[in-house]
Every structure is written in C-alpha cells, then in structure tokens.
C-alpha cells in the first residue's frame, strides 16, 4: 500500500511539474542513412529550448519537444535546412545540399 502511495505522490509530481509551453511535433525530414541521422540531430544541439530531437532514418520522421517560449518550429526547421535536408515546407540550400556526403544526397522533392 505505501509503495501504490509513493507512486501516485511521484506520478502527481511528475505530471504537475509539466511545461505549459512543452510542444510535441512530428517532422518529416528527407535523408537516407544513420550519417544523416547525425548531422539532422546534430543541427540541433546546444538549441535552447529543445529538449527532444530524434529523427528515424528508416521513417525520415522526426520526433520533436521544445519548449515554444524559447524556440519556434520555424526556426527549428530552418537549422535543420542549414545542414542540407529538405522538409516538405522548408528547402535546404543547393550549394549545402551539394556538399552532403555521397550516401546522403536523397532525391529532392519538388
């Protein structure tokens, strides 16, 4: 009985400390391998605000939390754009797509 107590003062906490301004995305991210996986995540690091960012080279889904207070999606994507992957409303450079590793240069959407 005090281990079900503790787990529900635990589970209050945890769910009563959230972040109002915590948004959850999903974000198709156009790649092809796990080197992508690094460079597309790797975008992202140091970005404040954004507590999770993991991108699925087999789905070319990414799965994003950030604090919206202190990051936009837009801008998110932009970054994403600045290592040379294209998103369906967002297009990466030609000149930093072409100098994408051999493996990494994915069709290009239209």
Not at 3 to 16: D, E, M, R
Not at 46 to 51: A, L, P, R, W
Not at 84 to 90: H, L, R, S
Request: aromatic content about 10%; some cysteine.
């Amino acid at each position: 009985m005090k281990n079900i107590f503790l787990l529900f003062l635990v589970i209050s906490l945890v769910t009563g400390c959230s972040n109002p301004n915590e948004v959850t995305e999903n974000l198709h991210v156009y790649g092809n391998c796990m080197m992508c996986e690094e460079t597309i995540e790797g975008s992202l690091k140091g970005v404040e605000g954004i507590t999770v960012a993991d991108w699925s080279w087999k789905t070319k889904q990414m799965i994003l939390t950030f604090d919206s207070s202190k990051v936009s999606f837009a801008h998110i994507k932009e970054k994403i754009a600045t290592s040379g992957y294209d998103m369906e409303d967002v297009r990466a450079q030609d000149s930093v797509y072409s100098e994408l590793h051999r493996c990494c240069k994915y069709k290009r959407p239209e």
